[in-house]
């Protein structure tokens, strides 16, 4: 067990590029979750799956961004055209229905210029 | 609305006396609170959680909190602070089952 995976760890893109992360879960964790979290301010819900089904999504997730989960194993988020404001760490977490508390990866640092 | 306040953005000791990091809820029904620390370049750790029972929990790394339905806080605190605890704390709660809310965060710094 090697922990929650995240890749890249950073990425510097071009306003109006697609980005995609990549989160690998810890192997047993059937709950994943997406935050954003930008400089001073602690991290903000995105999303959340269970098994390949995303059960929530904040208003925060606009139609720029999807994430999916197929077949429950690891996950993406694609940013579309993406902003300046998009700038920020993005954090997957998993855990399993025995934990309250959420295992995090190291984060996607990403600058948009 | 469910949330958690962090009132001090950064907090100072000298290595050796006592911490305590402050935090404060609001939530519908009862609470389950968490401590985070973030090291830098690192991700999120969870340190300790407050479910039921003991108003008092352990954590990692000598750290402790307080749990006070009265006061709605959750104060993180540790008897004797060392410089390697520098780092960022975030207090925490967590919604729905499943959403974790979390604070602003509280820096600490830790000076030999």
């Known amino acids: 067990d090697t922990g929650v995976s995240q890749d890249p760890r950073h990425k510097i893109t071009k306003r109006g590029q697609n980005v995609t992360f990549r989160c690998d879960p810890i192997s047993e964790h059937n709950r994943l979750y997406w935050y954003r979290q930008t400089l001073g301010q602690g991290p903000e819900f995105l999303t959340y799956f269970q098994n390949e089904a995303q059960l929530e999504k904040s208003r925060l997730l606009s139609d720029r961004f999807s994430a999916e989960r197929p077949k429950g194993s690891f996950s993406t988020l694609e940013i579309q055209r993406t902003e300046q404001g998009d700038s920020a760490m993005y954090l997957c977490?998993?855990?399993?229905?025995?934990?309250?508390?959420?295992?995090f990866g190291q984060g996607t640092r990403l600058t948009v210029v | 609305a469910q949330s958690v306040a962090q009132p001090e953005d950064q907090v100072n000791v000298a290595e050796g006396n006592p911490l305590t990091v402050k935090c404060t809820y609001s939530v519908s029904g009862n609470p389950y609170l968490f401590w985070y620390v973030q090291y830098p370049n690192r991700g999120l750790q969870f340190l300790l959680k407050y479910i039921t029972g003991d108003n008092l929990v352990k954590g990692s790394y000598g750290f402790e909190a307080e749990f006070n339905k009265s006061q709605t806080s959750f104060h993180l605190k540790k008897p004797s602070a060392l410089v390697s605890d520098s780092a960022l704390y975030f207090c925490?709660?967590?919604?729905?089952?499943?959403?974790?809310?979390f604070g602003a965060g509280t820096r600490l710094f830790v000076k030999a």
């Open positions: 925490a709660l967590l919604r729905g089952g499943f959403k974790t809310i």
């Open positions: 977490a998993s855990n399993s229905g025995g934990h309250t508390e959420a295992f």
